[in-house]
């Protein structure tokens, strides 16, 4: 089984290619505007240095979010397309999932990781993982705080004994988070590690939605009159929040 793994839910994009469980090939790049460039030559590259072309491929892993509400769906629609002229299967890892799951890997005796990342606007996203049967599940699923609630959480978090993750966590509570790449963001490597696994588990896979981790704003424009001589019907924005 070969599958491409995508994140650009945070400035940090990438694309894996995992081949039988391991990890063949991988493009990383720091890019905090104009993820729709850089990702896809990411993934020539991934592709190509793994040695395989796009008919080898047998599903995709997508990061679904939390993150950056304009970044992460670049990733989830170069999965669809691929998806869609490929006839692939398609996985959805959520941001956290993946920060929690190479925390377990490099620290299995942690009851439980905390993960934060940042949310923009103000916020940070956290959502509390557990390991089960070897995959990261959910406790909580993720929502935005406040920095300072995020604070309390994490300073929390750390005296009961979880492992809190997250680089975002420098910010508001300095010291307390276990930092590795892998953990500090989202990471294309291990987001189609998970992708692989969870299709080894199970022969079922439904489409991918997008996770925002809070409620969208909704942008109405001002109805026009009549005799503006305009369409007065009002105008309504599909933003999970504006673009962060």
């Known amino acids: 089984m070969i599958v491409l793994g995508l994140t650009t839910s945070t400035p ?3 694309v894996a290619v995992c081949k ?3 990890i063949v090939a ?3 790049y720091v890019e905090p505007r104009g993820h729709g460039e850089r990702l896809f030559e990411a993934l020539d590259r991934a592709v190509r240095d793994a040695g395989i072309g796009p008919e080898s491929l047998s599903a995709i892993g997508c990061d679904v979010g939390p993150g950056s509400f304009t ?3 670049v990733a989830l629609s170069a999965a669809q397309g691929v ?11 959520g941001s956290l999932e993946a920060m929690a799951f190479a925390a377990f890997e490099l620290e299995p005796r942690t009851p439980r990781v905390v993960a934060f990342v940042n949310a923009h606007k103000g916020e940070v996203f956290s959502s509390v993982l557990a390991w089960k049967d070897g995959d990261v599940v959910a406790e909580e699923p993720p929502r935005a705080f406040s920095p300072e609630a995020a604070a309390d959480r994490a300073r929390a978090a750390h005296q009961r004994g979880d492992l809190v993750v997250g680089e975002v966590v420098e910010q508001f509570a300095p010291g307390i988070a276990f930092r590795d790449p892998a953990t500090d963001l989202p990471d294309a490597g291990v987001i189609a590690t998970i992708a692989a696994k969870r299709l080894a588990a199970t022969t079922h896979t ?3 939605e997008a996770v925002y981790g809070r409620e969208p704003d909704v942008t109405r424009a001002t109805p026009r009159r009549a005799t503006d001589g305009l369409d007065s019907a009002t105008n309504v924005g599909s933003s999970g929040r504006s673009p962060a």
Do not use: D, N, T, Y
């Not at 998806?83 to 890892?93: D, I, K, M, N």
């Open 71 to 73: 970044g992460l769906r």
């Open 12 to 14: 940090r994009g990438g």
């Open 20 to 22: 039988g469980g391991e």
């Open 83 to 93: 998806s869609l002229a490929r006839g692939l299967p398609l996985v959805g890892v």
């Open 206 to 208: 439904q489409g991918i």
């Open 26 to 28: 991988v493009q990383r």
